[in-house]
């Protein structure tokens, strides 16, 4: 895999899009400073992810667009793609080609595209895990990152060798799964609260459940009762409708005697209706006849006008077809002569186009010969061209050698005069090294005692440091305690908070209305909350006035009864469950008997329920109507006592929850699956409770805090101390090495500058004697060359001549060849046109003589139709005849038939009167009839009702035939079980299913507790392992990273001694320090090195990093800018090296340009424009050669 090409639009100073084609191999990168070479790095680091616009050197993401200069307009997005070629699958994608791309406009939207498809930053981060590649890797080396990885912490430092190790994917999955596994601590914490607080429901629920299935008995007896009276009265309203059914039967009978009698007259009527309307319709049908015989004569006559129209019509029709027969024989004599015409000329032409057809072959020959004549031209001329081109080329080489010479014989004159110089300088030096050596020896003296002394000082701050560090951990691990236990009260704060506001643990129809009261429904706006809500209990008095007051817990107290009618109906309407409410204008309070009020001073008593709470005094009346008549006692054996001492006529509850009921009945025990549960009443407490652990929790913390950030300044200041002392030591330790140095120097200095002094005298006397050497006869050379050239140039004039004398023979040969051919076209084309016409003329003279034929069968149809209509005529003549004396025979008979129908009216008339009384008779009885049936519908809709009410209530299908026994006693025992009923106040009918429901969702939340503490048992396994291999690759990676280091070192530096040293601690958290030791010194710390040794140093890790884990492509920004012309020429040969490798080098160094393949030269033509140029110098060599 190999960087391919890298694409910028609009990207920093590349305002147009500008394309850098990369190939296997080191590519340099250089230009002026300034002119953007250091903007393809930041593309690059851009492209890979990086968010920061600091380390692109700006102040927002936006800075990235390019914004214009004086003369050009900014653009509205920056876009950056890189082309990687995946030919050999190094990454885990299926493409040969893999794109990566970012943008950013204006607007601030931002998309990253991986082969051309939107992603997001963490696929392209996944994508280029472990393989070295990416914004903070060592595959991207930018301007000043030399520097920062050599004085990084040494914890930092390690961040080169996880991604060399190939954990970097680890980590992150680390990440995650820390994160997952602090989501499951959080989700089991607030489980656990869950399940507490769904114990606390349970134990409320209990009691509640066993009262309304009590309830529910009583309710299904008394629904039995209720259906047996129901049967009872569903049977008498059968007899009742048995008796009517009988009386409708004898009505029935006599209406169908008088219904007989009404039909009689009316089937006389009728007889006399029909033969009146028989004698109608031979009326109507005689006056039919009539109109139809007169619109028959009508007709016909209307007929004869149209047939002699028609003949009219059709004498007119055959003249006009005569004249159009005599046309068209016209036509067909004057198409027959245009045919024959046609085809003359036709014949003409074909002669015309042979010989022309010859005479273009003719000049398709001549063109041909023409086209070889200039080829040969033009071959003579391309000989002569490079004869002149190999004159040109010895004439410049013999210039070169001529100047060249004329170059050294000056920088030889040159040369002497610098050695000259050299030779003065020397001696001077060797008298400052003298003093120099001196002036060593006597510092070297004075140091000594300057060392002792920061040593002393040292330790000394070294004590202070471990004491403030110590204090400091405390005071961390107190902070750490703190939040933890900060953390977990927060937590259970906002869990019974929520649960508060959700109003948890009440009955639905409560929950619906402080819901509709909390968002401001006016319907609930009377409603001041649930008693539970609104009173106070001290801790030891919660369970014995939650179990006093049972459900009454959330009865609801309103302002006025209205309000609460208000809110019932609400309910009703919405479905939304059932409450009680306590309307403080109707509540009334309860009280003990004046001679009982003593009892709460009695042994064992604690106090009467209404005085063990505390709450608004508005609302004491309320909670005295559920709390004046219940004492609470310490046990239950006092509680006995108690109630016998009052007769028996109180609630006395105990402090641990059991109960001693009016009439001595006991309720007591205890419920709940994982101890004491706590109520509405401790839940209020321990929300207060909670709020007030969180507030002291914070100031604890931050007074924790204050103590530590107090150590962490002293351990700084201590630090501070320590450090300045030890630089303090190592400055006079550096400083005596130097010293001893300077001296040791001196001395071999000045054997040295002797050495050199005796050299450069030498080298002055050999230059003196290659001045007097001859230069040469190279000036002949040069003019026997300008003669050759002279000679080639006038061959190449020559040729040129023969060359434009050939393409004019051969343009007028082409024309000739053009003229013939246009000819043969021309009377090509007039052939086919003639064809055409005499085709034409074929087809119309065919198309006219059918149209003779059908004149021809138009005229004889013509005739037919004439004679046909003659005979016609004739007919109709004698039609009209018949149809006259059909007319007066039609209104003879219409006379007649109207007499006989004034005879049938009369007799009409007397059976209509008889028919009349019948009637009314008939009416009579049905009125009678139609009474006796709505009484029998009214009770079989009563009986109907009853069954159905059966049926569907009760489940009875039919009705029994006599009435079940006793049901007058069921009547009172129907009363009975609606006063038991009523005996047990407000009944939760859903705490069954509520119970069991929460019973489902605690065994459900039980298991998902279970389930999610194996998850995390899972995850701290997982971790665990990515530990272990975690560990494992580091170890490995950083064995062989020493290895490499210590040798390309001593490459780079010919000798010397470097190593990296891991930290004490965990291996995953330690840190690495580099230690480097020049040829000639001491081993030390890199700050302590010179600027070139240090970015040596740092070039040579960079190297060891890539032979240890090779990265497809390395991106160097400048990073040789500190080593001088030896040093930059031991790092370009190293680069060499690396054959798998792609390098891209942004340098100004001579040295690393020279083991280029390809130049890039970056340039600013307009101000604030970056340009691109490139060079292959593989191709220039190759073409120079």
Known sequence: MYLKRLELYGFKSFADRTRLEFAPGITAIVGPNGSGKSNLVDAVRWVLGEQSARQLRGSKMEDVIFA?????????????????????GALP?????????????????????????????????????????????????????????????????????????????????????????????????????????????????????KRAHLYRQWRDELVQLEARMLTAQAVAVQRRLDDHARRVEAVRAQVAAARRRLEGAEARREGLRAEARAREERLEAARAALADAERGLESVRTRLAVLEERAAHLEAQAEQLARQREERAAQRRAQAAAAEQAVRRHQALAA?????????????????????????????????????????????????????????????????????????????????????????????????????????????????????????????????????QLGEAASRLQVLEEMERDHE???????????????????????????????????????????????????????????????????????????????????????????????????????????????????????????????????????????????????????????????????????????????????????????????????AVARAEDRRRAADQAAARAAAAVEEARQRRHRCAVARARAEQQRQ????????????AADVQAELEELALAATADEGPAGEGVEAAEARVRAAAEAVAKAEEAVRAARARRDAAAAERAQAAARCESLGREGRLLAEQAQRARETLAHLEADADRLEAEAQRLAEERARLAAERRRLEAAADQAT????????????????????????????????????????????????????????????????????????????????????????RVQELRRRMAALGEVNLAAVEEHERLCQRYAFLERQYDDLRRAREALQAVLAEMDREMERLFRVTYERLRVEFRQVFRDLFGGGHADLVLGDGDVLEAGVQVVAQPPGKRLQHLSLLSGGERALTAIALLFALLRVKPTPFVLLDEIDAALDDRNVERFARYLRRFRGTQFIVITHQKGTMAVADALYGVTMPESGVSRVVSVRLAEVAAAGA
């Open 68 to 88: 214009g200069t004086a003369t050009r307009k900014g653009v509205g997005l920056a876009e950056v793609v890189l082309v990687l070629d995946n030919e050999d």
């Open 93 to 209: 994608i299926d493409y040969s080609e893999v794109t990566v791309a970012r943008r950013v406009d204006r607007a601030g939207g931002s998309d990253y595209l991986l082969n051309g498809q939107r992603v997001r930053l963490r696929d392209v981060q996944e994508l280029f895990y472990d393989t070295a590649i990416g914004r903070e890797a060592y595959s991207v080396v930018g301007q000043g990152k030399i520097d920062e990885i050599l004085s990084a912490r040494d914890e930092d430092r390690r961040g080169l060798l996880e991604e060399a190790a190939g954990i970097v994917r680890f980590k992150v999955r680390k990440r995650e799964a820390l994160r997952r596994l602090e989501e499951a601590e959080r989700r089991l914490e607030r489980l656990g609260d869950i399940l507490r607080e769904l114990e606390d429901r349970l134990e409320g629920l209990t009691e509640q459940a």
């Open 352 to 484: 015309e186009l042979a010989a022309a057809r010859r005479a273009e072959e003719a000049a398709r020959a001549a063109l041909e010969a023409a086209s070889r004549e200039v080829e040969d031209a033009e071959a003579r001329l391309l000989d002569a061209r490079q004869a002149h081109l190999d004159a040109l080329q010895e004439l410049s080489r013999l210039r070169n050698e001529q100047l060249a010479r004329q170059r050294e014989r000056a920088q030889a004159a040159a040369r002497a005069e610098r050695l000259r110089e050299r030779l003065a300088a020397l001696e001077a030096e060797a008298r400052r090294l003298a003093e120099e050596e001196a002036s060593a020896a006597a510092a070297l003296d004075r140091l000594a005692g300057e060392a002792a002394a920061a040593a002393h000082e040292e330790e000394s701050a070294r004590r202070a440091l471990a004491a403030a560090q110590e204090e400091g951990r405390e005071a961390a691990r107190e902070v750490q305690r703190l939040r933890q």
């Open 505 to 699: 643990g009440f009955f639905a129809g409560v929950r619906a209305v402080l819901a509709g009261r909390d968002v401001g429904d006016p319907t609930y706006a009377g409603v001041i909350g649930a008693v539970a809500e609104l009173i106070q209990v001290e801790p030891r008095l919660e369970r014995a006035i939650e179990v006093a007051l049972g459900p009454a817990l959330q009865h609801l107290i309103t302002r006025t009864a209205a309000e609460a009618e208000a809110a019932i109906e609400a309910l009703k309407r919405a479905r939304a469950g059932r409450a009680t409410f306590l309307p403080l204008d109707t509540i009334r309070p309860a009280a003990p008997a004046e001679r009982d009020r003593h009892l709460d001073r009695q042994p064992g008593a604690v106090a009467w329920a209404i005085d063990a709470v505390r709450c608004d005094p508005a609302l004491r009346p309320a909670l005295a109507n559920l709390l004046g008549r219940i004492l609470i006692a310490d046990d239950l054996p006092a509680a006995r006592r108690l109630a016998a001492a009052s007769g028996y006529r109180y609630r006395i509850v105990t402090l641990d929850g059991d109960v001693v009921h009016p009439g001595g009945a006991m309720t007591g025990g205890r419920e709940g699956r994982r101890g004491e549960a706590a109520g509405l009443l401790a839940r209020r407490r321990q929300v207060e409770a909670l709020r007030e652990r969180v507030r002291a929790l914070r100031t």
């Open 745 to 756: 120097a001196a001395a071999q200095q000045r054997q040295r500058v002797a050495a050199s």
């Open 885 to 972: 004396a059909r007319v007066t025979a039609c209104r003879e008979a219409l006379a007649r038939l109207q007499g006989e129908r004034g005879r049938l009216a009369a007799e009409l008339d007397a059976v209509e009167d008889e028919a009349a009384s019948a009637r009314a008779e008939l009416d009579r009885l049905v009125d009678g009839l139609r009474q006796l049936e709505v009484e029998a519908a009214r009770l079989e809709s009563e009986r109907d009702r009853l069954v159905a009410r059966l049926a569907e209530d009760y489940g009875i299908a039919e009705l029994p035939a006599e009435a079940p026994p006793g049901w007058e006693e069921g009547q009172r």
